[in-house]
Nanobody
Framework: VQLQASGGGLVQAGGSLRLACVASGRTFHMYAVGWFRQAPGKERELVAAISRSADSYVADSVKGRFTISRDNAKNTVYLQMNSLKPEDTAVYYC???????????????????WGQGTQVTVSS
């Protein structure tokens, strides 16, 4: 699959954004999908991920603020980001990996399909 991430932008602290990761092809339902972010000078980190069965993982740093969901009919995975903080500023990437039904890959090296990234900037 090919992935296209969108929805980033500039928002004030406390605001919300919804990122979308749209996949091409007819096999999207066979993939687990993760959202990563990378701030300048920092490692790329997993923010949230969702299995084929729609089980999800959310990193502790964003738990209670970010939600991941998928709509296989639209070949899309969403990352709803609420109560944004300046430290959420980063380039956000979506990634996909063909996986078993309930598996959620947690490391960047487990994903072999990547989107181009979308910038999220949170001002204080």
């Amino acid at each position: 699959v090919q992935l296209q991430a969108s929805g980033g932008g500039l928002v004030q602290a406390g605001g919300s954004l919804r990122l979308a990761c749209v996949a091409s092809g007819r096999t999207f339902h066979m993939y687990a999908v993760g959202w990563f972010r990378q701030a300048p000078g920092k490692e790329r980190e997993l923010v949230a991920a969702i299995s084929r069965s729609a089980d999800s993982y959310v990193a502790d740093s964003v738990k209670g603020r970010f939600t991941i969901s998928r709509d296989n009919a639209k070949n899309t995975v969403y990352l709803q980001m609420n109560s944004l903080k300046p430290e959420d500023t980063a380039v956000y990437y979506c990634a996909a990996q063909a996986s078993s039904l309930y598996f959620i890959p947690h490391t960047r090296y487990a994903y072999d399909q990547w989107g181009q990234g979308t910038q999220v900037t949170v001002s204080s």
